[in-house]
């Protein structure tokens, strides 16, 4: 079963019902299909698009799906697909129906398995890609299915998936804390940090400071034995975790955006706070490693 836990809109399920025969024929052969994003999560805004999820093994050329699209509704506009066309990983369609942006995002069902096993094992890989500032991790996607809403399911294999996804597995959670960790670790009291700011050298500092925040929210999620779910709307995200440092998010907000001019002593701030968010963080980690996982 899904593991949604609130109500959708009315109106919006009549859309995703009335969307389900398009996307269906994006794939070759059997296929499931999912509501997620923010719809599925509940935290939906005025600014927030419509993520379908197509699991299928083949799916239809680019071109192909553009074709299916564009004859689907006259209320169709602005469609661009992408990926796909050679060996089939990940791929997808956006475009609008009126007002509503839609995207849905194409998923190869072995990739899916091959990412739940690689959990199971503690095997965490990243992919440098454009469309999301850290990369995405191979992990993201079991918040995906986690969250997501199953609305066209024949041969059930997305609940099966879904049902396995309910106990955080403790080899990924070591795996990504112990490469997480060690890489925040490695800047807060870095000769080059400490020079690079006494040079006043600020895309060099803002760089480091953006990745070691990255590492320590990694850290968080696998320390609280929550699936990370990238890089959108993290704030309320960290909030949301039971054990976290004392006014974390807000205070990464002002550690990424202090809204000042970097002086000499606001970098210097800045590289103190860095270290005593890894302290606070390092202490969250030895809190939680002996909890009993859910």
Known sequence: MATCTHRLDPDLRLQVDRLVPLVRRYARGPCGVALGGAHAKGVADGDSDLDLYVFADAIEPGDTRAALTWAWDAAVRDVVCWGGDEA???????????????????RNCAS?????????QGLVRRHLVTWTTTGFYNHCCLADLAHMVVVHDPSGVLNVWQRGLGRYPEPLRRAIIGEHLDAARFWPAN?????????????YTTGIVQQVVHNLVQVLFAANRTYFAGDKKLAAALDRLPTVPV????????????????????????????????????????????????
């Open 88 to 106: 089939f990983n990940e791929a997808g369609t956006d475009f609008y129906l009126g007002a509503l942006k839609v995207e849905c995002w194409l």
């Open 112 to 120: 899916i398995e091959r990412s739940l096993a690689e959990a199971r």
């Open 191 to 203: 000769f080059h940090y400490r020079s690079a700011i006494e040079r006043l050298d600020v895309i």
């Open 247 to 294: 006014g974390f998010a807000a205070r990464v907000n002002q550690l990424l955006y202090p809204g000042a001019p970097a002086t000499l002593d606001r970098l210097r701030q800045q590289q103190a706070e860095l270290q005593s968010m890894l302290a606070e963080v390092e202490a969250v980690v030895s809190a939680t490693a002996a909890a009993s996982p859910p």
